[in-house]
């Protein structure tokens, strides 16, 4: 089993080798300001070049940089931060290579980044929105006014009515200046990439399981493991610890669908191809007297 898997990995990684060499000719943001030792094989990027040319935001879309929506899955912030998703790629790369056929495994690798950074879920909107929702600043304004009434009904009355007029005004706020904020937030690594690969080791695994080809352990703590992570990753999507949480759900769900999409293409493949067999291309004969 140990034999098979390793030669999954190798047989992937000589597959996936173009994507790979690219990931590994640009220097991290840490090698490329001197804080971490550069590749020999790393180009001589600068700083400047990497911030123009390598890492996405709505600002560089908007002035043309349309190539930084797949260019910057090859930037990452440090060696540690490369390695991670270098890892994660090596262990569900096989899987979606397998599955989707190596060219299919590339379009769906930066299919995956580029629909991160377009964000059509709209997740970096929903992250400061989140976090203003968490400091219910409308229920520390009623509570103001339940306080400095003249009289405690009124006081109440008046607290409530500000109260939501505040929450009604603050939501149409936060909403203009997170988007406002989103356009200039910087985005870098490959991580939704990865997810999506993830993803589809997952779903391959989830199928196995359900069509009953494997009944083991190890799928079973597989599958759970991975839906606990999206999970967690859901929950996640407003922390303040400048992780793309969205993107490695928006990449999770480009790889759920080009799974889905590869099934039910072979399947209607499938029954082309058994139609074609079943007919033989003559007129049938007519019956005799």
């Known amino acids: 089993v140990m034999n098979r898997s390793f030669e999954r990995v190798v047989a992937f990684a000589g597959d996936f ?4 060499a690219l990931h590994a000719l640009v220097p991290t943001v ?84 580029v629909a991160a950074a377009l964000d059509p879920f709209d997740f970096g909107t929903q992250r400061l929105e989140r976090i203003v929702e968490r400091w219910g600043v409308g229920e520390r304004v009623r509570r103001v006014f339940n306080l400095s009434g003249a009289s405690e009904v009124v006081g109440e009355r008046l607290g409530d009515k500000l109260s939501k007029a505040f929450d009604e005004a603050r939501r149409t706020a936060v909403h203009a200046v997170a988007k406002k904020v989103n356009e200039n937030v910087r985005s870098l690594g490959a991580s939704a990439g990865v997810s999506a690969f993830v993803a589809i080791d997952t ?32 929950r996640l999507i407003d922390a303040q610890d400048n992780i793309g949480h969205g993107a490695h759900l928006t990449g999770a769900a480009v790889g759920v669908a080009a799974f889905v999409l590869c099934r039910v293409f072979r399947r209607r493949s499938s029954r082309w191809r058994n139609y074609g067999h079943g007919y033989s291309g003559r007129a049938p004969s007519s019956p005799t007297a």
């Open 17 to 20: 080798s173009p994507l790979l």
């Open 30 to 113: 840490a090698a490329a300001s001197g804080r971490e030792p550069r590749l020999s094989i790393a180009l001589p990027l600068s700083m400047t070049t990497l911030e123009r040319h390598f890492t996405f935001s709505r600002q560089a879309l908007r002035e043309g940089r349309w190539w930084t929506t797949a260019s910057y899955m090859l930037l990452h912030g440090n060696q540690a931060h490369a390695l991670s998703n270098l890892q994660s790629i090596l262990v569900a790369g096989p899987a979606a290579t397998e599955t989707l056929g190596v060219n299919g495994a590339m379009l769906t690798y930066v299919a995956a980044g």
């Open 203 to 234: 779903c391959v695994v989830a199928e196995a399981l359900l069509l009953g080809r494997r009944c083991d352990a190890n799928a079973v703590l597989h599958v759970v493991s991975s839906v606990f992570y999206f999970a967690h990753e859901w």
